[in-house]
Structure formats: C-alpha cells, structure tokens
C-alpha cells in the first residue's frame, strides 16, 4: 500500500507535532526531526515522510501531494487536534478510499475519543509505539490481527486491540538518517541553540525518570529504558557525516541521552575517534565521568530540564533530582567546558509568585547559555493532567493560540493564569537583559555573520511573541476587574 508518514501543517511555522517534546509553536522558530514518522517511514516499501512544517508545505499542497498515496498516517496532538481532523476530512473528501491513521501521544490515551470526534474521517488509531502497527497495515494485515491499534467496527462498536509490547532490538530498526537523507532537506532544521545545520536521532527509547508533566515516557516511548547498541549508534552517527556534507552537528534527541553513566561512557568510546561534534539531552545526575567522557568524545551542548528552582516542586513532580545537584551539575559543566541549555517551568504544583522568584535567582545563578521558560501544560495521559483534574485547578480553554503558542490552563489559589503569563517575560527580560549576558549574545553577532542574521531574526520572533504575551496580561487583568465590579 502506497504510504505517506505526514507531520501536518496544523498552525503556520508550528512544530509542536512529530517528535517535539513540548507540543506548542516556540518563542523562536525552532524545526525538530520527525523521528518517530522515520523509522516506519524506512520499514515501508515506497513510503514517503513527509515534515510539512519546516518545509514550509501548505494545506494545499499537502492535500495535492496526498492524492498520490492509498494509506496516510498523520502525527497529531492535543493542540493540533482538531486542525488535523480536518485536513484528515479533505483528505477524505477527495478520495473515499483513502485509508487515514492517527499516531502519537494524545490518541494513544484518547483513542475512543478521537474516533468519535473524527466521524469516520480517519480509520484507526495507534497506542504507543507505532512503527510496526502501521507498517503491517501497510502491508496488508486486517486491523482486527494488528497489536496496539483502536478503530470503530462497522456497527460503531470502540474496539481495543492487545497492547503491541515495547521494541527491545533497536539496532533491527533502519536508521532514521537515511530516511531524512531520502525525503527531508536538512538545511531547513534549525533549533537557536543547535549549530546549523545539524541533524537529531536516538540512541535509546524511554525514560526511567517519573517526571509526572513528561509526556512522552507516560504515553509514547514508556519507562523501560532500551538501548541501541553502542556500535551501531557510533556505525549511523558516522555515516550521518557522509550523508549530510554540510552538517555541523548531531543531537542525541532520546529521552534522557545520559541517563545511566556506563552506557554514556561506553558510547563515547565509539564517538570518540570520530572527532565530530555533538550534542544530548542530560539530567543533572550525570556523574562527572560521564561529562568528561561526553567532553573528550565531541560533546559540546546538553539540553537539562531545571524545571524550578524550588525544592518542594522538584518534590511534587517526582524530579528525581534536587536544586544542590544542580548546582554542582553545572559546576562540572562549567570546568569541562560543557555548555548548557536549560529549560524551566513555571506552573507546576506547588508554584507561587514566590517559588517563580526563587526560580528566577536559580537560574541566575545557574548562568546557562541559553534558557527556555515554558508554561506548564498537563497534557492527558500523564500524571500531572490526573493530579490537576482531581484538585479542580485545570482551567477550561484552549491550550494554544490561534498561531498554537503556549496559553496557561492551570490556576492555583493565588497565582492565576495572567500571572504565570506575565512571569514568563519576567523571567526572560529578567536573566537575558543583563550586561554580561548581551556582551555575550552581541560579542558572538559581531565576529559571526550567519549569527548575526540568525540573532536578528530570532530577536524579532521572540519581541512579536513578547507582545502577543503582554497583551493577554493586561486582558487578563481587565477581565479580573470587570468581575471585580471595578
């Protein structure tokens, strides 16, 4: 069956689908690989993956391009959702035997659900891991035989077929370079604190962290850690060199690239006579031997979620880490010339216009290269979105903006959604507008042409995005008044 592995243009410029950790259209233009659509993009003979986002693919041509294929799975999510279903109708509309299946984190805990909510516009959806349900649909297998899918029988009946269980042997799977070398054009991925162009890949599947916000280990890739193995990480991260003769870098997109040291340490041994530069997520328990091997073997960035600055809300979201540990983490960054990414969240339980001060001073303190400050979003399907429900603090309303930004949807007694809107540009005027710290952005610019575009552009996405954040404050603040009576 003729294949298309689709990442739909949901919003314009958004990337909160295939593969992004965080559903939502980020502050700076941000394109990530759609790696999950990769691998069964690679077991299916004659399919296509097709990343419409940073290809700049519209709804038009993408419902062109579709006429050419019997079989469409489209990663959706819980923004993108209804923005999908009706691409998937006009999928439908023009061609009734199109066969069309849903993938990813939000129908995988809202199979029933979705089915409902699309009417017959799509045929199935998956649950979990995904490459082999749809490889098999593809090649013939009726649904009623296929693990790990949900549809709808001819009388409307929700039928749940067997969990699919995890994949163990990873290195059986093709390596997402090809496909990307085959389909995508790498010159369009660009993440602000990633060297250009770069390509991403993973190394192992699922976390043993219990993050309760994490979405993906609760609903995709699962806690069982599994990995590749060393050797054929180091076999495609090599061959991604002759692939991509542009490359500047390759980001270990896993879960939690440095979870366990022994593992870490034994990959970079492979990496390490390869002399190429590359960058991974880490936790801040990576031990000092792991960073140092990390160093020694090309690393030159890791991306850490901080989350907060605050003890007691490390606590309440099962952060398996403390703000100490942190502390000492970046210490040995620091001396090993590690640089360091950190992403922070504001709204977690627990969180006060206390706790987002003392995060503020934390992150300071911390002094990573760059930051990221997102909202807190309780996605369904993990921990946080059960916790939040049961106390009544989810609020009703979108997720996103019509441009699928980030709005607040959580509210505690004493910190409202306008608050945690308006900390967020607290907390980025508050640690980037430092001297020290525009020396440094500008001392990069001046010796640095490309950088300098690149700096100016991502300069006016994040003042654009800044107003849109300022001008839903003040609403928020008028609406307060007017039920105030004021």
Known sequence: MKTLLLNPPSFEGFDGGASSRWPATREIASYWYPVWLAYPAGMIPGARLLDAPPHGISLQETLKIAQDYEFIVLFTSAPGLHNDLKLARMFREQNPHVKIAFVGPHVTVR????????????????????????????????????????????????????DRPPIHDLDALPWATEVYARDLDYTKYNVPFLLH??????????????????????????????????????????HAWELFPKLKEIFFDDDTFSYQASRTIEVCEKLKPLKKTWSCTARVTTTYDALKAMKEAGCRLLIVGFESGDDQILKNIKKGATTEMARQFMKHCKKLGLVVHGDFILGLPGETPQTIEKTIRFAKELDCETIQVSIAHA??????????????????????????????????PGLTKGQIMKAVEDFYDGYYF??????RIVGKAIFDGQERKRLYKEARDFLRLRSKRQAYYRSQVETAGTHKGV
Not at 202 to 225: D, E, K, N, V
Not at 386 to 397: A, K, M, R, Y
Not at 399 to 406: C, I, K, R
């Open 197 to 238: 162009p770069y390509v991403a890949f993973y190394s192992t599947r699922g976390c043993p962290a219990l993050c309760t916000f994490c979405m993906w280990p609760q609903t995709i890739s699962g806690h069982p850690w599994r990995k590749r193995s060393a050797q054929d990480v180091a076999n495609e991260f090599a």
């Open 111 to 162: 199979a029933e659900e979705t089915l409902r909510l699309a009417a017959g516009a799509i045929d199935f959806v998956t649950r979990k891991e995904f490459d082999h349900s749809v490889t098999e649909f593809a090649m013939g297998k009726p649904l009623a035989d296929i693990d790990g899918i949900a549809y709808l029988d001819a009388n409307g009946r929700f039928i749940c077929t067997p």
């Open 434 to 439: 430092r001297p020290r710290i525009i020396a």
């Open 379 to 412: 996605y369904p399907g993990t921990e946080l979105y059960d916790h939040l429900v049961e106390q009544g603090w989810l609020t009703e309303g979108a997720m996103t903006d019509e441009e699928g930004h980030q709005l607040p949807h959580i509210e505690y």
